[in-house]
T-cell receptor, first 117, second 113 residues
Framework: QQQVKQSPQSLIVQKGGISIINCAYE??????FPWYQQFPGKGPALLIA?????SEKKEGRFTISFNKSAKQFSLHIMDSQPGDSATYFC????????????????FGQGTILTVHP | KAGVTQTPRYLIKTRGQQVTLSCSPI?????VSWYQQTPGQGLQFLFE???????NKGNFPGRFSGRQFSNSRSEMNVSTLELGDSALYLC????????????FGPGTRLTVL
């Protein structure tokens, strides 16, 4: 059973536009929500992460919005650039001690972002 | 500070063989997790090690195993390889005992013929 659903599967935006990727989770025990960026031939790179005690976190052009009641979170990329073209993954986990929580990130299926110049 | 390193980067094996992949975490990181990435299944958690102990395991058959050494370096082994084991195998490390802020290596691309 997929526990983190990500949409859209692919996204095309123009340079300077806003890219928005959405994720929904099922497990209410999740308390850590990172986003990863992956370029072809590379491993995923941690982009930004949020914990449920805040509703929004911004780092440069990247913003996470978090809605705990709806069990949804999203990534907004402002002023999108061709260099942002990559695959983006949302993920969720439960931190702290506990049998199934150690080191396990549950990933969404990924969004292929293409930014046209 | 050097990132997570994985060796080898590419590997070609035939069905029935076994393979060992290696991961060196970021200096000071003691937790190592392994993931399998395929186009169809995406990123799936294999197992996690901390202080040489496996603390968590994903839903993979027993052919997949791992271990961690006292210097936090980790290896994973896949025995009796199947065509479906072709994937990118990723290692990630975390600094804290109960922290899932993970940093990934470049992965090992395994092709099973």
């Amino acid at each position: 059973q997929q526990q983190v659903k990500q949409s859209p599967q692919s996204l095309i935006v123009q340079k300077g536009g806003i890219s928005i990727i959405n994720c929904a989770y099922e497990n209410t025990a999740f308390d850590y929500f990172p986003w990863y960026q992956q370029f072809p031939g590379k491993g995923p790179a941690l982009l930004i992460a949020i914990r449920p005690d805040v509703s929004e976190k911004k780092e440069g052009r990247f913003t996470i919005s978090f809605n705990k009641s709806a069990k949804q979170f999203s990534l907004h990329i402002m002023d999108s650039q061709p260099g942002d073209s990559a695959t983006y993954f949302c993920a969720a986990s439960k931190e702290g001690a506990g049998g199934t929580s150690y080191g396990k990130l549950t990933f969404g299926q990924g969004t292929i972002l293409t930014v046209h110049p | 500070k050097a990132g997570v390193t994985q060796t080898p980067r590419y590997l070609i094996k035939t069905r029935g063989q076994q393979v060992t992949l290696s991961c060196s975490p970021i200096s000071g990181h003691r937790s190592v997790s392994w993931y399998q990435q395929t186009p169809g299944q995406g990123l799936q958690f294999l197992f996690e090690y901390f202080s040489e102990t496996q603390r968590n395991k994903g839903n993979f058959p027993g052919r997949f195993s791992g271990r961690q050494f006292s210097n936090s370096r980790s290896e994973m082994n896949v025995s009796t390889l199947e065509l479906g084991d072709s994937a990118l195998y990723l290692c990630a490390s975390s600094r804290l005992r109960y922290d899932n802020e993970q940093f990934f290596g470049p992965g090992t691309r395994l092709t099973v013929l």
